[in-house]
């Protein structure tokens, strides 16, 4: 009886102990990575005991919920996750800790059209000018795959620019509801909308690779738990997980 009280009474202590350690992380994550944290988030907050109040912005852009906007207002976050080279921009303007940067996954861009329309060929670079030259309609993103498509894809399909830059909300959406008959974005935020067909990731040679990074801002509340919640992100036993999300992992 007194070896199952003190088994007891070690565990209990040992609860206790671990709600005492237990943070609250702000989390600031951009769209490309998001559908794979919200499967990694929860995972990981069970097995640490800490909690992530997590907030969803662009990684660059004129929009106020953009990460680099909210940091530049002041507000605080324990972890950014976004576009790599937007996160540098932040190392360098001294709001990230540059030896906290850690690398998650790269992220390709893709196609949707309408869900019920007719699946167009875009293997190859005639196939993939062919569609967007005949569409009615084609919508892009304000971060980084959006930037690409509107500055370079285009020219390097030889093609007039043309379509329309969705600020804040998601591409595919649009496309869902009919606004829009070409939805291009990465893989990962496409996949995750109902309403669409994802056709598939444009070309090799007119790709785009967009690589996903975080880091800890200098003024993070827990950057030992912010740092142990990015060495979980890019863990290997992780990667199966990211992978489903329409990411790549990254080569190491």
Same mark, same amino acid.
């Given at each position: ?5 003190? &088994?007891? &009474?070690?565990?209990?202590? $040992?609860?206790?102990?671990? &709600? ?19 499967? =990694?988030? +929860? ?7 800490? &909690? #992530?109040?997590? *907030? ?13 906007? /909210? ?9 950014? *996750?976004?576009?790599?080279?937007? #996160?540098?921009? !932040?190392?360098?303007? $001294?709001?990230?800790? +540059?030896?906290?940067?850690?690398? =998650?996954?790269?992220?390709? *861009? ?11 060929? *875009?293997?190859?670079?005639?196939? =993939? ?23 370079? =894809?285009?020219?390097? #399909? ?9 600020? /804040? ?14 939805? #291009? ?9 109902? $309403?669409?067909?994802?056709?598939? @990731? ?14 800890? +801002? ?5 950057? @030992?738990?912010? @740092?142990? !919640? ?9 990667? +199966? ?5 329409? !990411? ?5």
């Amino acid at each position: 009886m007194k070896s199952m009280f003190k &088994t007891l &009474t070690a565990l209990a202590l $040992g609860a206790l102990a671990l &709600t005492a350690q237990a943070e609250q992380l702000k989390v600031m994550t951009s769209g490309g990575f998001t559908a794979a944290y919200k499967v =990694l988030g +929860p995972q990981y907050a069970q097995r640490s005991g800490d &909690t #992530l109040d997590t *907030i969803l912005g662009p990684s660059m852009g004129k929009a106020p919920e953009a990460i680099p906007n /909210r940091l530049a207002r002041g507000e605080h976050a324990d972890v950014v *996750i976004m576009v790599g080279y937007a #996160l540098d921009e !932040l190392i360098k303007q $001294g709001k990230v800790d +540059p030896a906290s940067r850690v690398e =998650l996954a790269d992220s390709r *861009i893709g196609l949707v059209v309408k869900q019920g329309q007719p699946k167009p060929a *875009i293997g190859t670079d005639a196939e =993939l000018k062919a569609v967007l030259s005949n569409a009615k309609s084609v919508a892009y993103s304000d971060s980084a795959s959006g930037v690409y498509v509107e500055k370079e =894809l285009f020219k390097k #399909l030889g093609m007039p620019a043309k379509g329309t830059m969705i600020e /804040r909300l998601p591409v595919a959406e649009q496309v869902a509801k009919g606004d829009y008959a070409v939805g #291009l974005q990465q893989v990962a935020e496409l996949l995750p909308v109902p $309403g669409v067909t994802f056709v598939g @990731k444009i070309p090799e040679d007119v790709q785009s690779v967009t690589r996903f990074a975080a880091g800890i +801002p200098v003024n993070a509340e827990h950057p @030992k738990q912010a @740092k142990a !919640l990015l060495q979980f992100l890019a863990s290997p036993e992780v990667q +199966p997980a990211v992978q489903a999300t329409g !990411l790549d992992s990254v080569s190491r």
